[in-house]
């Protein structure tokens, strides 16, 4: 496998890995593995490091939706122009476009149920190319970004076996 | 009254090796053991599925003797990868695991003092079950220098080409050995020379690091000679499953059922379902396992570098087989564990040319294994 993409599978495995972690779990020098995230990060590769939270366990927890979007293209209007202004407001996490019943799917994350509602109702609704939106709050969170939430299993291995 | 007498054919094998130690370890708290031979992982999820859907169906009652017609024909497939054709009707043993495999094929091809020559450092299981079928032993020490090949001259050492049977196992448990095309070759042509009968145990095949498998029974005029094991415990991590199979000649197939029907009747049935659905549909899985053990391999690689531990790159198995920094590995081991909680098993476990070794598993987490190779950084200092 390629640098690169070992790398990416690795950072995205555990983003916290050091370089001499990197260089050891791959077999190669640590001066390579700065290069190469260097680079990744140049090109725009990599965009970010975040933590993986379980709001379940914090002390206070954001309100979080998943917004359906419809819109309606015109001659002037594509949906690189919409998205571009839907994307800059900080209460949507993520934005994309997607097939199926309808156009974006955004995940949207504010203080209260009535933050994130206002937000919808006053800032997207009223963007004239929306024609309809559907507003899915989250209600718990089993798994986020590849990690499974809960205890986890507990190793029921014997301590040493041949 | 005197109570029943053992029989002498099991009183003259000792304990494993490793019992010994697994009690020690298992009286102690916040042990982190690299002493485990099985996977830190759990069956991939379709194979779980098709099991618990095959109980929910009421598939429990026997299959065939020989395993369910579809999964025989499913391992017929399987194997193409490794240049192996054979006929699932009168060629493939679906087995509870692999050891059970090897045990039928003693049991069906020894007969009292025929000589077993097995390569080691080795699996803990051959020598005793050869010795329960009634054979004699003769052990084949491969060297450290050969980074635990088995070669034409340690075979010519062991007086092997006198042997009946020759036990074999690469990708190689205790020491993560594999053997390359070029290397098994001179092995097969060193049985053919001396008519020996090869059981080769590939239950690692899945689990290599430096190129594909080659099995000893793809070479011209190996087939009719040698049984191959595998099974679903190591790439597939189910080993409480317990399934395998052997691979063989008819004759030597048909004897082995024969054994097999009277003593087991069939493997069992559930994980037989698991199996055929892990062969279809888990190629992601176990590649997503084979590359964590990968990086993971790299990483205790690494580590022991850094510490001054000298030990040759296994690109095999689970394990990684450094040399012991003090004399007597089994003092060693054991001081490391009560005084850093790490377990590692010391190599003369696996038989006498293990000796001056450690086994040490990466099949345990990456956190884990961090923190077990700072605890031996610090034992060491």
């Not at chain 2, 045990?103 to 390569?119: E, Y």
């Amino acid at each position: 496998m390629d640098t690169r993409a070992e790398l990416l599978g690795l950072l995205r495995e555990n983003a916290r890995y050091s370089v001499s972690d990197l260089a050891r779990l791959t077999g190669r020098d640590e001066n390579e593995i700065e290069e190469a995230i260097a680079t990744l990060e140049q090109d725009g590769v990599l965009q970010g490091y975040q933590a993986v939270v379980d709001w379940s366990q914090a002390d206070s927890e954001p309100v979080r939706a998943t917004v359906e979007l419809n819109v309606a293209l015109d001659r002037e209007t594509g949906y690189d122009d919409i998205a571009q202004r839907i994307v800059k407001f900080e209460e949507v996490r993520s934005l994309r476009l997607v097939s199926g019943d309808f156009d974006f799917a955004l995940d949207v994350e504010a203080d209260s149920m009535g933050a994130v509602s206002r937000f919808i109702s006053e800032q997207v609704a009223p963007v004239p190319e929306v024609t309809q939106t559907v507003t899915h709050y989250v209600m718990e969170s089993y798994k986020e970004n590849g990690i499974e939430f809960g205890d986890g299993h507990d190793d029921d291995r014997l301590s040493v076996t041949p | 009254m005197t109570g029943p007498s053992i029989a002498e054919r099991v009183r003259q094998v000792p304990p494993s090796g490793i019992r010994r130690f697994f009690e020690l370890a298992e009286e102690m708290d916040d042990v982190i053991s690299l002493g485990v031979g099985e996977p830190d992982f759990t069956a991939p999820s379709r194979a779980r599925e098709a099991a618990i859907s095959s109980i929910e169906q009421g598939r429990t009652s026997y299959t065939a003797n020989r395993g369910k017609r579809e999964l025989r024909e499913t391992i017929a497939d399987h194997i193409g990868k490794w240049d192996l054709t054979y006929d699932p009707a009168e060629e493939i043993l679906v087995t509870a695991g692999a050891s059970e495999a090897l045990d039928l094929t003693f049991r069906a091809l020894v007969d009292p003092g025929d000589i077993v020559a097995v390569a080691q450092p080795s699996y803990v299981s051959y020598v005793p079950s050869a010795i329960f079928a009634g054979g004699t032993v003769r052990p084949v020490q491969t060297k450290a220098q050969d980074e635990f090949v088995l070669t034409p001259e340690v075979l010519e050492e062991a007086d092997a080409g006198d042997a009946d049977l020759l036990v074999l196992c690469y990708p190689n448990n205790p020491t993560g050995a594999t053997m390359t095309e070029a290397e098994l070759a001179r092995v097969a042509a060193f049985a053919r020379e001396h008519d020996l009968t090869v059981l080769s145990d590939e239950i690692y095949a899945d689990l290599t690091y430096a190129g594909e498998h080659t099995s000893i029974a793809s070479f011209e005029g190996m087939k009719e000679r040698t049984v191959v094991y595998n099974g679903f415990s190591k790439a597939y991590a189910m080993t409480g499953l317990r399934l395998g199979y052997a691979l063989g000649p008819s004759e030597v197939i048909n004897a082995m059922n024969r054994v097999h029907q009277y003593t087991m009747l069939s493997a069992p049935t559930t994980p037989q379902y698991a199996a055929i659905e892990a062969l279809q549909s888990c190629d992601a899985s176990v590649e997503a396992m084979r590359s964590q053990y990968d990086h993971r391999r790299k990483f205790v690689l690494s580590r022991f570098s850094e510490m001054g531990i000298d030990c040759f790159e296994a690109t095999g198995a689970f394990y990684v087989f450094p040399e012991c920094p003090w004399d007597d590995a089994e003092a060693f081991a054991q001081a490391l564990l009560e005084e850093q909680n790490v377990a590692m098993v010391p190599g003369t476990a696996f038989g006498d040319s293990g000796s001056g070794h450690l086994r040490v598993s990466y099949a345990t987490g990456l956190e884990e294994l961090r923190t077990a190779m700072n605890r031996l950084e610090r034992f060491l200092e």
